[in-house]
């Protein structure tokens, strides 16, 4: 069973930063597409960041000039930096890989919570 551990959240003000880390059993290029998502209680999760094998990424509207996506092949991490916190970015952020094939694999989230 392939198993994704997200750490980095935190309570932060609004205007600061943070940074999430992601770590992956298998090497970074064993997966076709790694990503972020957020989750608020009582709404659906959606998508942040995804950083594809090839580097393309993608942003979500909201996110985009905030946040960045990177990825440490050698150490295994998946990382999104998250700069200039907004309250509306509080949630639940979980890793998200593609192997290309089935259904994909979920860590079990980590929380981030920004205070005005």
């Known amino acids: 069973q392939v198993q994704l551990v997200e750490s980095g959240g935190d309570s932060v003000q609004v205007g600061e930063s943070l940074k999430l880390s992601c770590l992956t059993p298998?090497?970074?290029?064993?997966?076709?597409?790694l990503g972020w998502y957020r989750q608020v209680p009582g709404q659906q999760r959606e998508l942040v960041a995804t950083?594809?094998?090839?580097?393309?990424?993608v942003y979500a509207d909201s996110v985009k000039g905030r946040f960045t996506i990177s990825r440490d092949v050698p150490k295994k991490l998946l990382f999104l930096q998250m700069d200039n916190l907004r309250p509306d970015d509080t949630a639940v952020y979980y890793c998200?890989?593609?192997?290309?094939w089935g259904s994909g694999v979920w860590g079990r989230g980590t929380q981030v919570t920004v205070s005005s």
């Open positions: 998200y890989g593609f192997r290309g």
């Open positions: 298998l090497a970074i290029y064993a997966f076709k597409t």
């Open positions: 950083l594809a094998s090839t580097g393309d990424t």
